[in-house]
């Protein structure tokens, strides 16, 4: 995988783990923690630049034995969000996507740029599904999988534990294959 994948308006870099890059991605992350926080439960743990930190080096270790591929999506040099590919399945040729954008950044095209850019990445390396999940009531993240050709391949029932709102919830599961492409 390309540590740097350069789109029209965008581009997706894997930050190497120090405090500089862990101070801006803590920064955004920060200013957007309440936008992210319905739908991101991983957004209430970050207290910290150096939770932040942890998390890059975490990241770095997970490039390096492919199981997940953690990109910054970049505009005119400020980090604002996040496109990765997690749980990678090598031998199944499968990952899921996650993502989050900065709320200043919504409704611009810059997430359909990025998931665009990480999905043709990941079919040139041979992948050949692309999975997105994300909760029902998330409009943004199912607009990003329709508009993209995903295909809805069931309803996670009451598949997500959400201690802050004591419940669960229910999490769509949409696909994209290369075959069709």
């Not at 419940?167 to 075959?179: E, L, P």
Request: aromatic share 12%.
């Amino acid at each position: 995988m390309k540590i740097i994948l350069k789109g029209q308006r965008i581009k997706l870099m894997h930050l190497e783990p120090c405090m500089d890059n862990a101070k801006l991605v803590y920064d955004v992350e920060n200013r957007n923690k309440n936008f992210l926080l319905p739908w991101l439960s991983w957004a209430r743990d970050i207290k910290s630049v150096k939770d932040t930190y942890d998390f890059l080096k975490q990241s770095d270790k997970s490039w390096e034995n492919d199981s997940a591929y953690e990109y910054f999506i970049i505009l005119n040099d400020e980090i604002i969000g996040n496109c990765a590919a997690n749980s990678v399945d090598m031998k199944n040729k499968k990952a899921e996507l996650g993502y989050w954008l900065a709320n200043d950044y919504r409704g611009k095209g810059y997430m359909i740029e990025a998931v665009k850019l990480l999905e043709s990445e990941l079919f040139k390396n041979g992948f050949n599904k692309i999975i997105i999940h994300n909760d029902v009531l998330n409009k943004g993240s199912i607009n990003v999988a329709k508009n993209l050709g995903y295909e809805l391949e069931g309803v996670l029932k009451q598949e997500k534990w959400l201690p802050f709102e004591n419940r669960f919830r229910d999490i769509n599961c949409f696909a994209k294959f290369k075959h069709k492409n």
